[in-house]
């Protein structure tokens, strides 16, 4: 009885531990993001939808909003803060209440990741990772791009462990059906949510979250396949392809090295490529399974985007244009690399550990987004009367058109 009870002591001593350490993690990365968009702390500014699309909307159609389709497809969260800060906070503040309402966001999925239930220290990991891939900043602290920083949040559920109680069964379906419903990214993850059921078991818990999973797909597909969202009209050429995966690997591993010919990157990382391969074939059969899936939604994800964006996809970049459809990607590949370092076998893990010091050096090139313009919208705010206004929003040439 006595060695029973000092089991469980020592039990909750280290889960204890384990949970200071990864509300730790997860503070630090929110830290990071903040310091890496140091600029909308100091000086929020509205970014593009946040002011044309979830602002404007808000204020004509009130809660009615929040179901509202943009770019053919739901946005919860973002339509979600637009209501509280219509609700609770004056115009003139609106900037920051949409910049504090994308931190608090992070900061749950950054806690929710690091308290994740995966290998040790896994979770902890896995959320200075979001903090620390390479990116020019564009998803960083505004309330439009907050989609694309929640969406991992759901391969997190689809291979962790189950939950122990009802509670932590409660959190995990009320996080895929919120994060579900923002951004379409669940199409492309409902299918490994199911999959837990073939890997795991048929528990209830998983049978519950492969149907919340679908239902959240469904929905969004509805919304898809009725919207009148076109395609890009330049048509993509096979020519373009090596350019196209030059950028993606590049950018997260030879820290944006884009001044040497085409040629020479791709040997670079035809080299890494043996490298990864390498790591994984060094893994347990289930952390197989895992980064297969993290690379598998990370390339569809980038997959979709060029389809989107046809012939204009040659010219995005993870420090330029079109960057947040790197960040998805960028955040499961280093998630598979830090498996890779701790369950690889030696010398493959060092090998991982090598990719991890890659990445975070080509994070090192571009760590803090420049800052954006100051459009002095309480200035503008202040000259509102029965009349509608434009009142200029980041990036340049955008404008709210609103009256008081």
């Known amino acids: 009885m006595l060695k029973l009870l000092s089991l469980a002591e ?30 909308q702390i100091l000086n929020p500014q509205l970014w593009a939808e946040d002011g044309v699309i979830f602002l404007q909307q808000q204020l004509s159609l009130g809660l009615g909003a929040i179901f509202t389709p943009y770019a053919g497809y739901l946005h919860l969260l973002p339509r979600l803060n637009a209501f509280l800060i219509d609700k609770f906070i004056g115009l003139e503040y609106v900037p920051a209440g949409y910049v504090a309402g994308a931190l608090l966001i992070i900061a749950i999925g950054s806690i929710f990741v690091a308290l994740a239930r995966l290998p040790w220290p896994a979770g902890p990991l896995f959320a200075l990772a979001t903090a620390m891939v390479p990116h020019g900043g564009e998803v960083f602290l505004n309330i439009t791009n907050v989609q694309w920083m929640v969406a991992p949040l759901l391969m997190v559920i689809a291979i962790q462990d189950e939950p122990r109680n009802r509670r932590c069964m409660a959190i995990d379906l009320t996080a895929v059906s919120i994060v579900g419903l923002t951004g379409p990214f669940i ?18 818990y998983n ?125 499961l590949i280093s998630w598979g690399c830090v498996l890779g370092v701790l369950q690889a076998r030696k010398p493959a893990n060092w090998i991982a550990i090598a990719l991890v010091l890659m990445i975070i050096a080509s994070t090192g090139r571009s760590f803090q987004a420049p800052s954006l313009p100051d459009m002095e919208w309480r200035k503008h705010v202040a000259l509102l009367g029965t009349d509608p206004l434009q009142i200029p929003i980041n990036p340049t040439g955008w404008f709210v058109t609103i009256r008081r």
Not at 237 to 264: E, H, K
Request: some cysteine; overall charge positive; hydrophobic content about 55%.
């Open 187 to 204: 199409l492309f993850m409902a299918p490994f949510i199911a999959a837990r059921m073939f890997w795991q078991e048929r528990s209830r």
């Open 207 to 331: 049978v519950a979250l492969a149907i919340t999973a679908f239902m959240a797909a469904g929905i969004q597909i509805v919304f898809i396949f009725h919207s009148n969202q076109n395609g890009a009209e330049n048509n993509l050429s096979s020519a373009m392809i090596p350019n196209i995966l030059s950028n993606f690997w590049s950018g997260l591993l030879l820290g944006f090295v884009t001044q040497l010919p085409v040629g020479f990157r791709l040997f670079g990382l035809v080299l890494i490529s043996l490298m990864i391969c390498m790591v994984w074939l060094s893994l347990p059969n289930q952390t197989k399974v895992f980064t297969a899936m993290f690379l598998t939604v990370g390339i569809l994800v980038f997959a979709a985007a060029v389809k989107k964006l046809g012939a204009i996809s040659e010219s995005i970049h993870p420090v330029g244009a079109g960057q947040r459809y790197f960040y998805i990607p960028y955040v």
């Open 10 to 39: 020592n039990y909750n001593a280290n889960s204890r531990k384990r949970n200071l350490v990864a509300c730790t993690s997860a503070f630090l990365a929110i830290f990071i993001v903040a310091v890496r968009r140091i600029d």
